[in-house]
């Protein structure tokens, strides 16, 4: 089992049931009329306003019900339709990766205030799923092929590799003195196996974690060493 992490966090059993166990078994798909797209992985029916609904046979004990057609609402909705019907992947991965995505690539210009605390949409996902069959790197690949054609800077602002909190602070960094700074902050982070950065936190002295929980919450990152300080607004 593996569970990669898209902070966006990537990975997830597809189709609502069993990993693997697509083709052979009932669908059920969402009422209120529509196109029905007949697939090797699910039934998909189309409602309007072009909304997708997972087919989905009998879950395992304790599994979570499969998100209604209200999930799939205006263009995410429009997006996943579009692709679900030329992929295996679980509607439900591609839905929550475009949602991550689409944060990343909007930035922190756009913020709903709750109280005096500005949400911005800085978002994390964890896909769960089995490993070679649950087609979690193909979710990403359609998200990411999207988001590249939106915006032509997409792909060199994903990125992998989250190893400690000073890493991560020095990849967002503010301009300071002679140091230009991140040329551009809306970081990305794909990690295909999530269980390599829950290693990283559990190091003595890491601050993997605690940046993470400050960058969820749109807190100021700060690195205060001596020789090479930096802020992270």
Do not use: C
């Not at 196109?35 to 699910?42: C, I, K, L, M, Y």
């Not at 295996?88 to 995505?101: F, K």
């Not at 997409?154 to 190893?163: E, I, N, P, Q, W």
């Amino acid at each position: 089992m593996s569970q990669p992490g898209l902070f966006a966090l990537d990975d997830g059993p597809h189709n609502g049931g069993r990993p693997g166990d697509r083709a052979s078994r009932p669908s059920r798909v969402a009422e209120g009329g529509g196109t029905e797209v007949q697939g090797p992985a699910r039934n998909v029916r189309v409602t309007p306003p072009a909304q997708a609904a997972l087919a989905v046979g009998a879950p395992p004990p304790g599994w979570p019900e499969a998100p209604g057609p209200e999930a799939y609402t205006g263009l995410v909705g429009d997006i996943v339709a579009a692709i679900a019907p030329h992929t295996e992947a679980d509607p439900v991965a591609v839905l929550a990766q475009a949602l991550v995505a689409a944060g990343a690539v909007v930035g922190r210009g756009a913020h709903f205030a709750v109280e005096a605390t500005l949400h911005h949409p800085n978002e994390y996902v964890l896909l769960v799923g089995e490993s070679a069959k649950a087609r979690k790197g193909s979710s990403w690949d359609h998200v990411a092929r999207l988001m590249g054609a939106a915006d032509p800077g997409f792909a060199a602002r994903t990125s992998t590799g989250l190893s400690s909190g000073e890493g991560l602070v020095w990849a967002l960094r503010d301009p300071a003195g002679t140091d230009p700074g991140s040329p551009d902050p809306r970081l990305l982070v794909v990690e295909p196996e999530l269980a390599s950065v829950l290693k990283m936190t559990v190091r003595d002295v890491n601050t993997l974690s605690p940046v993470l929980r400050s960058a969820w919450d749109g807190r100021p990152l700060a690195l205060l060493t001596r020789t090479a300080p930096a802020r992270a607004r």
